[in-house]
Structure formats: C-alpha cells, structure tokens
Nanobody
Framework: QVRLVESGGGLVQAGGSLRLSCVAS????????MEWYRQAPGKRRELVAT???????NYADSVKGRFTISRDNAENTVYLQMNRLKPEDTSVYYC?????????????WGQGTQVTVSS
C-alpha cells in the first residue's frame, strides 16, 4: 500500500508564493511520473505539472513561467513552487504518483491541499 500526503497549502495574497510538498510512503521501489493536479469548485480536475523519473518537466500553459515542479527521489517527494499567484489559481491541489509493480503501474493520489489566493 502507498500513501501520499500533501502539505503547504494556505491563504496568500495575489502576487505571493507558496510551496507545496507531497511525500509518498509505503511499499515503493521507484516512482515514475509525479504530477500535480488542481480542481476548483464546479470545474474539472486539471493537470498542472508533470516531472518524469529522469527529471523532464511539463506545465499547463496557465502556470508556465510561474510554477516549478521538482522531485527528491531519495525522499519520494514532489514539490510545486508557486510564484506570482493569481486568484484564478485558487483550487484544491492534488499530487499523483505512478508506482510500477511487477506487471502493472499503479496511480496513487494524495488527499488534496487547499490553496486560496485573495485579490
């Protein structure tokens, strides 16, 4: 069993910064892609950023140049540095990790952390 725990959310003024963390624990030999998603009230969950096992990154157009995803493989942790935050970034942020098993790859989600950006 694998458990993901996010932290770092909160209330911040527009233009401010937050750093989210997501730590995985349990039966883990390696982790493939690590991702951050977000979901605002009444909207679909959307992919914000991805980082591969090798460190390649990809971002949603809406956060490019403002958010940075990084990972610490030794600690099974993924980070999301969010700068120049905007009110439209207000959402619950979720991490997701792909953990390979013998014949399959399983996707695990965190419980979410609220980010609120005031104008």
């Amino acid at each position: 069993q694998v458990r993901l725990v996010e932290s770092g959310g909160g209330l911040v003024q527009a233009g401010g910064s937050l750093r989210l963390s997501c730590v995985a624990s349990g039966s883990i030999s390696s982790i493939k892609n690590m991702e951050w998603y977000r979901q605002a009230p009444g909207k679909r969950r959307e992919l914000v950023a991805t980082i591969t096992e090798g460190g390649s990154t990809n971002y949603a157009d809406s956060v490019k140049g403002r958010f940075t995803i990084s990972r610490d493989n030794a600690e099974n942790t993924v980070y999301l540095q969010m700068n120049r935050l905007k009110p439209e970034d207000t959402s619950v942020y979720y991490c997701r990790m792909a953990v390979p098993r013998t014949t399959n790859e399983y996707l695990y989600w965190g419980q979410g952390t609220q980010v609120t950006v005031s104008s």
